[in-house]
């Protein structure tokens, strides 16, 4: 059988909230033997010793210490999406198993995201689209009005490659760009989007009309948004996050827009994911909150499971490994 | 800085008194409704006079000549709705305006017509309102101009104001930016479904990308010229249809190719933004048979007028899934009747027509008019009027 001779590859399960895409299995299927981790379960004596790889969507399956001794012959856990906040990299270190994601595959689409909801917030879009639709509305009042964007400063924290995608795009409205970033980027990079380099953080934050964080998340960046820096925005500011929820004071947000010490904020990430139903955050007008769907379009999740399916190979056979996650 | 025409002399008419030509007739009271909707658009034939340029940027502070402290009386009066509230002039537009007029709202106007029609030389029209007509025109005798805030003056009827001897500006240079952002919101929010309700974070749950996406951008003036400059910047590939083909230098600039035909561009389009001024000739211009054109993935933007598109032709489209979505600042009337079919749709997002809603975009609006007001009374070069063909 055909099957025998590709390699067993672990997933989650197929289709479903969580699951690989129905018209991604036609590319996975000539290249591995899926075993989602029902099959997994129900047939471990024979399976846990084949399965060389996992193929990690969205953060499933979950990898414990417990699943990494039950497969011995594991070589590579591929991750989807760019953060791996969510992997113990050590565990998976001391037990020889590579990982790898895919960072650029979704920097365009964030970089993308990142603007859409700060042009969004500004224009107050959702509350405008809610006022238009809502069966109580006579008129539109005359005094109803957001901020500008172009013209307007960006701070920049992390400039990585979604921020400097960022970056690119928001040059071309016109905007004043700030970045703060461990290493400052070279010359040529900055002057080719007109950013300049802020080494404190407070300089960026006190100087910027929004502040969009790109970051990753490491103890480093653990929140790294707290009261203070929230106080030393400007009051007319927005803050964006498409990074990780984490990387902003949750708490210490919240009680800044109540207090209107910054003016809005739009997250595409939050911590948890989703946040329970009754938290103060969902009853904000002033709040955009998207469901992480920073790199949700139908090409891009294509790219990344291509280009999962590409380091997984590449692990398997031995040869250097794309997209390589190194501790 | 403004373009101005190229006017040879200054003209050195002071302010005029009386205009002799106008007839006098008993005015009785016209306007019994101070709350007026941007809905009726009437069919005016009308063509913008003055160059639009890529070259203008926004941001700037426009130069609003300074006068001498002059008592409030001696000021020139303009008429305004009203001040504040929902559909008044805003609070900070009218300390801007009482620097250099005397402000008359309606309803002093209609209290004491016999003093102040003969005092009032223009009118400030602030979204739309005041609505002008013959009869507010003929209780006028000394008005020269009606400043409109905003680019668009399809609710204007330009041959009638025109036939009384009064000049019509509008603010090309002060929407500029916010419009041109608005559509680029539009855009992302509707590729992005960035608005849909989302009971659950499922992760196939899957918008359109934009970056190198295509483009089409339907008319290609000073609004449409800015999103070309902002869309290049996402790798976009941009198609644009206008009257006349631009110079090649700024097409260049812009990565744009001209469609000579608009059927070629909504054929090859992903996202098509209209950014035409309403005109007969743009009145209903995407219609079934456009409709039908486009791709099934495709994105309809509009932040012209919700007139330039057959409304019900869209609500067919978007529920047949003849095209993806729709994003739509505007719309006929404003607001839709709560019971109309695009309301229902969840293909589709529409803002209230918020284009130029923002803090700095509305006061550059109100400064492109003072200056524009004061051109006309003081008989210099007008920065952008509006003559009707």
């Not at chain 1, 075993?35 to 846990?48: D, Q, R």
């Not at chain 1, 009051?235 to 003016?263: C, F, H, W, Y």
């Not at chain 2, 005029?16 to 101070?34: D, V």
């Not at chain 2, 005397?102 to 005092?119: A, D, G, I, P, W």
């Amino acid at each position: 059988m055909e099957d025998q001779e590709l390699p067993y590859v672990l997933i989650d399960c197929i289709e479903g909230k969580h699951g690989v895409y129905k018209d991604h299995l036609g590319f996975l299927k000539k290249r591995f033997c899926l075993i989602t981790m029902k099959e997994y379960l129900e047939n471990k004596e024979i399976l846990s010793k084949k399965i060389r790889a996992i193929y990690m969507w969205y953060h499933k399956p979950v990898i414990d210490e417990e699943l990494l001794r039950s497969l011995p012959n594991l070589k590579i856990v591929s991750s989807s999406g760019v953060g791996i906040d969510h992997l113990d990299l050590k565990l998976l270190s001391r037990f020889g198993v590579k990982v790898s994601n895919t960072p650029f595959a979704v920097s365009t689409d964030t970089a993308d995201f990142g603007m859409a909801l700060m042009l969004a917030s500004a224009r107050r879009l959702v509350e405008g689209y809610q006022m238009a639709v809502s069966p109580d509305t006579e008129y539109f009042p005359g005094n109803w009005l957001g901020v500008k964007v172009s013209g307007a400063t960006l701070g920049i924290v992390g400039m990585g490659t979604i921020g400097y995608k960022v970056a690119q795009r928001a040059k071309a409205f016109e905007m004043k760009i700030l970045y703060h970033n461990r290493n400052q980027r070279n010359k040529e990079e900055e002057s080719a989007v007109g950013a300049v380099y802020c080494k404190k953080i407070d300089d960026l934050l006190q100087q910027s009309d929004f502040v969009m964080l790109a970051v990753n998340l490491t103890p480093q960046t653990h929140k790294l948004i707290g009261k203070r820096e929230l106080e030393l925005m400007k009051p007319t500011a927005t803050l964006v996050n498409i990074s990780r929820g984490l990387v902003v004071d949750q708490d210490a947000l919240m009680e800044a827009l109540q207090n209107k010490v910054i003016r809005a904020a739009a997250l595409d990430v939050t911590y948890p994911e989703p946040l329970p139903r009754d938290h103060p955050l969902l009853k904000m007008k002033n709040v955009i909150i998207t469901p992480h769907i920073g790199s949700a379009t139908e090409d891009t999740r294509r790219i990344m499971m291509q280009d999962m399916a590409e380091s997984i190979e590449a692990a398997l056979a031995g040869l250097p490994v794309p997209n390589e996650v190194v501790l | 800085m403004f373009r101005g025409r190229a006017f040879g002399l200054l003209k050195s008419l002071h302010l005029m008194g009386s205009q002799p030509n106008l007839p006098h007739k008993l005015i009785h009271p016209a306007l019994t409704s101070h709350v007026h909707h941007c809905q009726k658009r009437r069919n005016v034939d009308y063509r913008q006079s003055y160059n639009t340029g890529p070259t203008s940027a926004g941001g700037r502070t426009l130069n609003v000549p300074q006068n001498k402290v002059m008592a409030e009386q001696e000021l020139p009066a303009v008429l305004i709705l009203d001040i504040g509230g929902t559909q008044g002039v805003l609070e900070n537009l009218v300390v801007l305006l009482k620097k250099h007029f005397r402000l008359v709202t309606m309803k002093e106007f209609l209290k004491n017509k016999k003093e102040m029609s003969k005092k009032i030389q223009s009118v400030f029209v602030f979204e739309c309102r005041p609505t002008i007509d013959r009869e507010l025109l003929e209780s006028l005798p000394n008005l020269k101009v009606i400043a409109n805030s905003g680019v668009g003056v399809d609710h204007l009827d330009l041959k009638m104001i025109s036939s009384f001897g009064v000049k019509v500006t509008n603010t090309p240079q002060a929407v500029a930016d916010s419009t041109a952002d608005m559509g680029m919101a539009l855009m992302l929010a509707s590729a992005r479904r960035l608005v849909e309700d989302t009971e659950h974070f499922a992760v196939d749950w899957l918008g359109v990308e934009v970056t190198r996406a295509t483009l089409g951008i339907i008319g290609m003036g000073s609004i449409g010229y800015k999103v070309a400059q902002r869309a290049k910047a996402f790798e976009m590939k941009i198609l644009y249809h206008n009257r006349n083909r631009r110079k090649m230098e700024e097409e260049q600039a812009v990565g744009a190719h001209y469609c000579e035909k608009m059927d070629d561009l909504l054929q090859q389009s992903d996202f098509v933004l209209l950014v035409v001024s309403l005109s007969p000739e743009t009145r209903k211009l995407i219609g079934k048979r456009e409709l039908g054109l486009m791709k099934p993935t495709a994105t309809l933007i509009n932040i012209s007028r919700g007139a330039v598109i057959d409304q019900d032709a869209l609500v067919e489209a978007l529920q047949k899934k003849i095209i993806r979505a729709a994003a739509l600042d505007v719309t006929y009337p404003e607001p839709l009747p709560r019971d109309h079919p695009l309301l229902k749709l969840n293909n589709i997002i529409i803002t209230p027509h918020i284009g130029t809603a923002t803090v700095q975009a509305i006061r550059m609006m109100a400064e492109e008019a003072i200056t524009n007001m004061l051109a006309v009374l003081n008989g210099q070069p007008i920065p952008s009027e509006v003559v009707p063909k």
